[in-house]
């Protein structure tokens, strides 16, 4: 049995067949059972079909899977075919008296009301000519469209009206909208409900992705998941969801079947219950007019929309992203500790290099644009000597703003850069005496000389010095971003009088201050451990403040066993290695201690006053021999002469 007997229902009356006689004892078949049940029910979607859900309402029209799926849209299209679409479309050039010859003259196969419903409903592009075929069509299907448009016209707008007033024309479209439809009946209610329930299988909705359940449970929390006390709720919650979920759309779609009211003539279902209104005022905004004010200025004078700025943000981005103005990564891994002149000079050098980046490469690019994009911009300018050069003034201005934030946000960024810079000694140089090299294996950013200045131990140069270099690397960068020319003093070079400089950061700024703030924290802490190194110098300071100088005086004034001069000049010996073998270089975190000049300075002190013992010594030894040399010739001159007068 083919499966359109099993779903035919042209009955109009239920049931279709009578019931069996009560003196059969057999049990009904199969066949007369399926009868039987349609009759009570005709069906809604076809059983069997080429695709799934597919309406009982197409069986009868012997379409295709496209022609069926294609009119299941809208009702409006249910006569729409796919080999008809070659003549609904007709080329525009096609006017309405064509129209009308085509319906005086109509074929003889189809009637001359069928070509003019299809072109009033599938081809006319534009208002006017389909009210025109629907007036020449007939004119009972022309006077409730402009009934319509009647009423449209005379609804008043929602902004003006005040809540009480939005509330009665809602209500009065809600008792029109009753008046028009009828209640359903308790039958209407109970056919209704069945096909809910019963008209479509399951199998021909499309299920529920498994990621909408796995959203879901990212919202709730772990712990309740997991619960093992709340796990019956969970799984009656998550079968809810999912009845929810086919029972929606079941009736989604059982209510677009039943809009059509063949359908509804079918299913012997006079009308369905109406949606529950949904009524929404709108409170009254008194801020309206000044906001439509406010929004029609902006669209007249401001453009940052304008297609402009997004090329020169693009150019911006892929040219000149990564453009510092102190390249802070090139001194990292370059030659490190630096003197105080070569930091200077790089930090010059860099910013001086992004600089002419700026001018030679960016404002020219930016210039390029512009000329090239005439089009975006052009229509801005005066069109004679005689009209105002105002929209095209603040045209610029805006463009002048923006490029004035790519500026200042290039400075910002390099600022930031030489913050980190220093920020990699944050943790300062405070050790643990005695001091261990190793303990500073971080590259150091700036060598300081220690000098003596009797009787003291001196930095070259001097922390306040050190700070004043870092604070003005921070200056030269803002002071490389300042002089910028604006673009339109390349594309007007004849400007004069104007404020042609792009804006930047002022070094006066918080923004700035905070920066250097930072920074001065971590240079105090970099503070420390140069003066607590010095601490190593103090066993010396008698070399420093002249005191070994006066004990060597001192002990010369006395008489001493040669045993003791020995002893001396040993002692001034060991102090003059132990200098020497001092470090040349200390590393300080973020400051490098040069001690050459130093060690060499107290080597050369101690060095003295050995010399001093020993030229002592020799010259005593030199007059003791003088003196006996003179008493041993006076000697032999007197024998010489005893010798003489007695021969």
């Known amino acids: 049995i083919s499966d359109s007997i099993h779903h035919m229902s042209h009955s109009q009356m239920r049931p279709e067949l009578p019931p069996l006689p009560a003196s059969a004892n057999e049990e009904p078949s199969e066949l007369y059972q399926t009868i039987m049940s349609h009759s009570f029910y005709p069906p809604l979607m076809q059983r069997t079909s080429w695709t799934l859900a597919v309406p009982f309402k197409e069986q009868h029209h012997h379409r295709g899977p496209s022609d069926s799926i294609g009119n299941n849209y809208s009702l409006m299209a249910q006569d729409l075919k796919l080999k008809d679409l070659q003549k609904i479309y007709q080329p525009a050039t096609i006017s309405v008296p064509r129209v009308n010859t085509d319906y005086q003259l109509p074929s003889a196969s189809k009637s001359p009301s069928e070509p003019i419903k299809k072109k009033m409903k599938f081809s006319s592009r534009d208002k006017e000519d389909s009210i025109g075929i629907s007036l020449a069509c007939s004119t009972s299907t022309s006077l409730p469209m402009k009934k319509e448009v009647e009423q449209s016209l005379t609804l008043p707008g929602s902004r003006p009206m005040s809540p009480e007033q939005q509330i009665n024309v809602m209500l009065q479209q809600e008792m029109e909208i009753e008046s028009k439809e009828s209640k359903p009946s308790e039958l209407d209610l109970e056919r209704y409900y069945y096909y809910l329930n019963n008209g479509i299988r399951k199998d021909m909705i499309a299920p529920e992705e498994d990621k909408v359940m796995v959203r879901i449970s990212k919202l709730i929390s772990n712990s309740l998941l997991t619960s093992p006390f709340l796990e019956p709720l969970l799984v009656a919650l998550v079968d809810e969801k999912e009845n929810d979920y086919y029972g929606s759309l079941m009736k989604s779609i059982v209510d677009y079947i039943l809009m059509d009211p063949m359908e509804r003539k079918r299913l012997f279902i006079d009308s369905v219950p109406r949606m529950f209104p949904q009524r929404v005022i709108r409170a009254p905004v008194p801020w309206h007019s000044a906001y439509r004010n406010a929004k029609k200025w902006n669209e007249e004078h401001l453009h940052s929309v304008n297609p402009m700025m997004l090329s020169l943000k693009d150019l911006w981005f892929t040219e000149f992203q990564d453009l510092r103005f102190v390249r802070t990564a090139e001194l990292l891994a370059g030659k490190l500790p630096l003197q105080p002149d070569e930091y200077w000079i790089a930090i010059q050098n860099h910013c001086q290099e992004a600089r002419q980046i700026l001018l030679n490469k960016w404002i020219p690019a930016c210039a390029q644009l512009f000329i090239s994009q005439k089009k975006q ?123 042609l400089i792009l804006g930047t950061i002022n070094s006066e700024e918080e923004l700035v201050s905070n920066f250097m703030d930072q920074t001065y924290e971590v240079f105090k802490k970099n503070k420390v451990g140069p003066h607590k190194y010095l601490n190593v110098y103090k066993k010396y300071s008698d070399l420093l403040d002249n005191t070994a100088e006066q004990d060597i005086t001192a002990f010369l004034q006395e008489n001493h066993e040669i045993e003791d001069f020995v002893t001396s000049i040993n002692g001034i010996k060991k102090r003059r290695g132990e200098i020497a073998s001092m470090h040349v270089t200390v590393p300080l975190a973020m400051f490098c201690l040069d001690a050459m000049t130093l060690n060499y300075d107290l080597c050369e002190r101690a060095q003295n006053l050995k010399d001093r013992l020993i030229q002592f010594q020799v010259d005593v030894n030199r007059e003791t021999n003088t003196r006996y040399h003179n008493s041993v010739q006076t000697d032999s001159n007197d024998i010489w002469c005893q010798w003489g007068n007695g021969k």
């Open 377 to 499: 911009w052009a229509h801005f300018a005066p069109k004679s000597d005689y009209d105002s050069s105002r929209n095209i003034e603040e045209y610029f201005a805006s463009v002048a703003s923006f490029m004035s934030l790519q500026l200042r946000e290039l400075v910002i960024k390099s600022l930031e850069d030489l913050v980190s810079f220093f920020m990699i000694h944050k943790d300062g140089n405070d050790f643990s005496e005695p001091y261990q090299e190793m303990e500073f294996f971080i590259p150091q950013l700036i060598m300081i000389k220690l000098e003596v200045s009797e009787p003291n131990i001196i930095f070259n140069p001097s922390f306040d010095d050190c700070w004043e270099l870092i604070h003005n690397s921070f200056l030269e960068i803002i002071d490389n971003s300042n002089g910028i020319p604006k673009v339109e003093s390349i594309l007007f070079p004849e400007l004069k009088g104007y404020n």
